[in-house]
């Protein structure tokens, strides 16, 4: 089954864009589009997709809104993409904090536009990593988020837990994390599962988000 997205952008051109460039792909399907988040809830529910590429900054209902609208909404919501011009906008930040599963910059090569949608639809991994711990180094609390603080006393993680964590947080995928503590990919996608299991996380960006705010990593 191909991987159906939404395109969510009040640029036209950049929507008709997005859409050439996936539809060139054999294993990906454009399931429709939208101008504003105010669409999103409606189109998701008649559409299906597995992930929603969505702008940041959109006139109605930016994209920090309607991913936090839709995560509350919809049962087993899609994959969120956030799409944006600037990676250091402190709009991104917060649509992670909201929620989204990854970002792409509307600049990104073909091939980067494809991997991304296909890495999010996957689960495997953060886009930019190192994009995500400058933006939490400026945008985040520093350990001072005291929800983030209680998640992670809550979860009780392993030693070995809370290795994997500091690995996912540094944008490693699965594969990467085995080679680097010397175990089989199975096992990490284990520890992966309980780690998110134990922080009360949908996802890895939301896990790592948890522990830069909680101070459990340090993003710089």
Known sequence: MPVRVLLVDDEPLVRAGLRAVLEAQPDIEVAGEA????????????????????????????????????????????????????????????????????????????????????????????????????????YGEGGGNRAARAALERARLTEREGEVLRLMARGLSNAEIAARLVVGTETVKSHVSAVLAKLGARDRTQAVITAYESGFVAPG
Do not use: C, W
């Open 35 to 138: 101008a504003d988040g105010a669409a999103v809830i409606p189109l998701v529910r008649r559409l299906r997709p597995d992930v929603v590429a969505m702008d940041v900054r959109m006139p109605l209902l930016d994209g920090i809104e309607a991913t936090r609208a839709l995560l509350r909404t919809v049962p087993d919501p899609p994959k969120i993409l956030v799409v944006t011009t600037f990676e250091n906008d402190e709009y991104v930040y917060e649509a992670l904090r909201a929620g989204a599963d990854g970002f792409l910059l509307k600049r990104a090569r073909p091939a980067e536009i494809v991997h991304a949608v296909r890495l999010i639809a996957e689960g495997e991994s953060l886009l930019f990593p190192a994009s995500v711990r400058q933006l939490a180094a400026e």
